[in-house]
């Protein structure tokens, strides 16, 4: 019979860390967008979703960039759902993200399975790990929930054995969902029943794409002809498969640079994917029609793409790519959840033993021989799970989907409950309860119950803001005291209005008697607003505040502070330099405790305030003897830009080389 259990699992991991304490009011650094010369000529649908609704804020959420490189033994709270036939091992407390899928008779593990746990830049919000199978929800790019934790707990199954369901509160877009897990006895296959709900009055924007890592010495097969190729050129365009520039792109290996390939799949095709090895072995992923989009993603074997598959594990693990399925053709696109609506699907994960996955065709076309290998897999794939079947394990799944969970097995956030309390929703099947409040959630229980945001009783760093239209109208009716006008300032900064929310820290710092957090915020919109000599201002006098105000204190306050100073030290140094300020930069430099100094990302801004300086030799020293910026984020090219202007036209070293791209042809001479 299927079981459930609690395990533990032990493995090098490195720190999460603190997370930013600063709001991040800056437009994303997405790297996901389209270029307008690229809009012109897309299908209908696929140009009005690219352009429908894409993120423009990561509030309420806060950047998590507080991790580091050092990795020690760490136990990791597990869930697993196991059959006779198959074992997966998820992690409620990073996502619920399935670790590991183990097919027991063969002996064959079918994901790509890291061997450590190493937070990396890749997520909306920052940290976030590589391996196993993960479930993107927000917007375009990996969830902000990547290593966050999940509700989960044991509920009854169709068949009379027990399904593991995980379900969370989404909060960019403020939309709940499930993932349920249903291992019939048996079966070689995980059923993944999935189901997100709109349950306000206004339609929403919904992205959703399941990302499957695999070994990358694997072909890569889905059923289309063409598909959308999108790198980080951020360039858009349709490409034939298997083969593209001579080159046949279903292997993974064959690839230069780091590039997505969304495949056109026609419809009334079965949806499905599979990354299989020379003899016709691996994982298959199949779904029910609502889930379209299939995707293969490649890091490329040019050097920053195996740099970058080194950084995110041990050295000397094997490679991966990643086969992913989604709501939409590309992931550079968001579809309308209608007021008070939903979305559910079926998805199939297992095992598939199809014929080799190269096929000796006697004619020289690449299309035969590719016809040929996806009509093996295809008529295998109905042979094992009939796509039927996969509709009948939906058809018997769904009624399900409200059942009430049983026995808890992991908690989430109080993020759901808070939400749940202010507008009475009744959400079958995912209960968010009112137990799960945290300290977090306590200064807007407070808001919502008696109409005041409560001044904190320490000297410590502002709570994160909510800033949904409901909570900016609460905050625009509450006492105007410095800390309501903060976060409403940071409410309607979101909403667009910038003019008001300067207007309320303005406001805020006439009364405050700690000014840091508006001065920051203020000097965040004099960068916006193009006046970057008074944004230095401001943040050198913001640092000068936050130096005074920050107290001898221990414990997760103190770390808070630490966390605050050196956010709030890399911006004005930025800022200071920007304006050529680098004696004022300094300052801010030398006011940073020796633990931050030391830590990669600011080992680089020293390089780059050495070199403003007039230092050149001393920048090239700090290259020199190393350094590793835990948060780099995906596709940056801040090191090499700098090693540039330190070091001319000398190669960019190995260990710092991440280029996702290559490098731009240069302009014809007039």
Not at 112 to 122: E, I, K, L
Not at 512 to 518: I, R, S
Request: hydrophobic share 40%; with cysteine; glycine share 8%.
């Amino acid at each position: 019979m299927t079981t459930i259990r609690r395990e533990v699992l032990t493995l090098p991991a490195a720190p999460l860390g603190q997370d930013n304490p600063l709001p991040p009011l800056r437009p994303l650094d997405e790297t996901h967008r389209v270029e307008d010369r690229d809009k012109k000529g897309l299908p209908r649908d696929m140009a009005r979703q690219v352009g429908h609704e894409p993120l423009h804020s990561l509030l309420p959420v806060h950047i998590r960039d507080g991790y580091d490189r050092t990795r020690a033994p760490r136990a990791l709270d597990t869930l697993v759902i196991e059959n006779d036939r198959l074992k997966a091992t998820v992690l409620p407390g990073l996502g619920g993200r399935i670790a590991s899928l183990f097919h027991k008779p063969t002996g064959r593990e079918l994901l790509y399975r890291n061997p450590v746990f190493q937070p990396a830049d890749f997520a909306l919000n920052g940290a976030w790990y590589s391996g196993g199978i993960e479930w993107n929800i927000g917007a375009t790019g990996h969830t902000t929930l990547s290593c966050s934790p999940v509700h989960a707990a044991r509920v009854p199954a169709p068949d009379g054995t027990d399904m593991l369901r995980l379900w969370e509160w989404e909060r960019l877009r403020d939309l709940p969902f499930q993932v349920d897990l249903w291992l019939p006895d048996g079966s070689d296959f995980l059923h993944v029943g999935v189901r997100v709900r709109n349950p306000h009055e206004r339609s929403a924007p919904l992205y959703w794409w399941s990302n499957i890592a695999v070994p990358e010495d694997r072909r890569v097969l889905a059923p289309a002809d063409d598909a959308w190729h999108f790198g980080y050129e951020r360039r858009l365009r349709n490409v034939p498969v298997p083969v593209n520039g001579g080159i046949d792109r279903t292997y993974p290996a064959n690839s230069t640079y780091p590039a997505d390939y969304f495949y056109e799949v026609p419809d009334g095709r079965r949806r499905w994917i599979a990354a299989l090895d020379a003899d016709g072995h691996g994982l298959v992923q199949t779904s029910t029609d609502v889930l379209r989009g299939r995707k293969l993603f490649v890091w490329g074997t040019g050097p920053g793409g195996r740099r970058w598959q080194e950084w995110l594990t041990e050295p000397g693990t094997g490679g991966y790519c990643e086969i992913q399925a989604g709501l939409a053709r590309t992931q550079l696109e968001h579809v309308p959840l209608e007021a008070g609506s939903e979305v559910s699907w079926l998805e199939s994960y297992g095992p598939l033993d199809a014929p080799p996955t190269s096929v000796a065709d006697p004619s020289p076309s690449p299309a035969a021989e590719w016809h040929a290998v996806l009509g093996g897999a295809e008529d295998r794939l109905e042979a094992v799970l009939p796509r039927a079947a996969v509709d009948a394990a939906y058809a018997a799944w769904l009624p399900h989907a409200d059942t009430e969970p049983g026995e808890p097995l992991a908690t989430g956030s109080g993020w759901g409950a808070l939400e749940v309390l202010r507008a009475g929703w009744k959400l079958p099947g995912t209960p968010f309860a009112e137990r799960t409040l945290g300290a977090a959630q306590q200064p807007w229980l407070h808001l919502l119950r008696a109409g005041t945001v409560p001044e904190p009783d320490r000297a410590e760093p502002p709570v994160p803001t909510l800033v949904a239209p409901h909570w900016r109208d609460m905050l625009e009716t509450a006492p105007a005291t410095a800390h309501t006008e903060y976060h409403l300032g940071i409410a309607q900064w979101h909403a667009g209005d910038r003019a008001q929310a300067e207007r309320s820290w303005e406001r805020g710092l006439r009364i405050a008697p700690t000014v840091w957090p508006m001065l920051r915020c203020l000097a965040v919109a004099d960068q916006e607003g193009g006046n970057p000599e008074r944004a230095a201002e401001r943040y050198a006098e913001a640092f000068d505040d936050l130096c005074r105000e920050r107290g001898d204190v221990g414990g997760d306050v103190h770390e808070r502070w630490v966390a605050a100073t050196a956010a709030l030290g890399r911006e004005a140094i930025e800022a200071l330099l920007a304006v050529g300020r680098p004696a004022e930069a300094r300052a801010v430099w030398q006011r940073l405790d020796r633990a931050t100094r030391a830590r990669g990302r600011f080992r680089l801004i020293e390089a780059g305030l050495l070199l403003a300086e007039g230092r050149r030799e001393e920048a090239r020293a700090v290259f020199d003897a190393g350094f590793e910026v835990a948060d780099l984020r995906e596709g940056s090219e801040d090191i090499g830009r700098l090693w540039t202007a330190v070091n001319g036209d000398e190669p960019l070293p190995e260990r710092y080389d991440f280029r996702m791209r290559p490098e731009p042809s240069p302009s014809p001479a007039p």
